[in-house]
């Protein structure tokens, strides 16, 4: 199944973007119900709570007291420590549960208000953050929930900046602008990129990149970031290193927007064990696919993602393909003339790949670009 974060700063319209998307339909796994639930009356999570902090947690009704349980449970580091020590474990299984019982061709969108704080962007195939300029949403907060404007102001500087969630954002979606715009952008979404990102991941299929040249963009440093840390996470330990390679790393170049992520690994057998692990986080092995054919051990995947196309390409640490890829991209980082010299092949593999599509046009673009690696290899290696 397809797991979709979806986040975004208080009063953001975070609701509203899950509404649609269950009425597309997704299951919705939410946070913040889950945390309520796990503590309710007569739950061992609520036992737990008391224990721990005392019946003055409790309402005369037997409920939890809220405003009682943060007034001891956030005086200190320790005792909130100690409070997430039970909570989190409760919504952590019981999510789990939820996801499980989900289909297994689900869209599964977890509401997570804090993902972008607690650094949970990587266990998400496909991130969304929900945003609206920070006058909109203290407006939306003290004329629709009706919290008092500094309280408002105050835990909206609480919580991660702009920057910080554009970091992890796969998706922005601007729900600022007038009603009913945010639900087309979602349906859009829903259609373009969730349910074919879906089919795909379910098939163990890598999605079709597209190998026209674009000018270069400065969202790719950021976008492979993101790749970077849901390959480690499907990784483990089995990568000795995963760098960003290829012409997308190279600042000002053009290039196809294919993002190339180089995994190493020690030897044949590590890469192999790496299959299974990549293939259930979105990244299946390449059809046809074949990393460099003079490579022992060498392997390539692929994104399922429709709308971040990336091929992953797997190597045992010192061979020659691992050691040139990398030397590669740091000269054209530092080599004017090697930079206008490669942006002339990938034209020239641009057009052998024109009117292709599929495994054949990625072959035709792939022999033009490994004729002009064997041309400069032994100037790069220098």
């Known amino acids: ?7 975004g700063g208080m009063g953001a319209g975070k609701s509203t973007v899950a509404r649609e998307l269950v009425r597309l339909g997704a299951v919705l796994v939410d946070s ?3 945390a309520r639930e796990v503590v309710a009356p007569g739950t061992p999570g609520l036992a737990a709570l008391a224990e721990a902090f005392g019946p003055g947690v409790l309402a005369d009704d037997g409920s939890l007291d809220r405003p009682a349980l943060a007034a001891v449970a956030f005086a200190d580091d320790a005792a909130r420590a ?3 020590g039970i909570v989190h474990p409760l919504v952590g299984a019981r999510t789990a549960e939820l996801i499980a019982a989900a289909p297994a061709d689900a869209v599964v969108v977890q509401d997570v208000p804090l993902l972008v704080e607690n650094g949970l962007a990587p266990l998400m195939n496909l991130v969304l953050i929900v945003h609206a300029e920070e006058e909109e949403r203290v407006r939306r907060l003290v004329t629709s929930r009706g919290v008092d404007e500094a309280d408002a102001r105050a835990r909206i500087a609480a919580q991660a900046t702009d920057d910080q969630r554009r970091a992890a954002a ?3 979606l601007d729900n600022g602008g007038e009603p009913g715009r945010v639900e087309e952008r979602v349906r859009a979404l829903w259609t373009e990129r969730l349910v074919p990102f879906e089919a795909n991941l379910r098939a163990g299929v890598a999605a079709q990149p597209d190998y026209r040249v674009v000018s270069a963009e400065h969202a790719w440093a950021a976008q492979a970031r993101r790749v970077t840390a849901r390959l480690w996470l499907a990784c483990g330990a089995g990568a000795v290193a995963i760098d ?4 997308t790393a190279v600042p000002g170049l ?3 927007d294919i993002l190339d ?3 190493t690994v020690a030897d044949a057998p590590a890469a192999a064990a790496l299959a299974a692990g990549l293939t259930a986080a979105g990244f299946p092995p390449v059809a046809g696919g074949d990393a460099d054919p003079a490579e022992a051990g060498g392997l390539l995947h692929g994104s399922a993602d429709p709308g971040r196309p990336a091929v992953v390409h797997v190597r045992v640490r010192d061979t020659p393909a691992q050691r040139f890829a990398l030397a590669l991209r740091d000269r054209l980082r530092a080599d004017a003339e090697l930079r206008a010299d490669y942006a002339g092949a990938e034209r020239a593999a641009e057009a052998a790949a024109a009117g292709l599509s599929g495994e054949r046009a990625a072959k035709a673009y792939r022999a033009v670009e490994r004729e002009w690696c064997e041309s400069v290899r032994a100037r790069v290696e220098a």
Do not use: S
């Open 1 to 7: 199944m397809l797991r979709v974060g979806l986040t």
């Open 32 to 34: 913040d119900v889950i």
């Open 82 to 84: 100690r409070l997430n």
């Open 170 to 172: 796969d998706v922005w």
């Open 244 to 247: 960003h390679v290829g012409p």
């Open 254 to 256: 053009d290039a196809p």
């Open 261 to 263: 992520l180089q995994i």
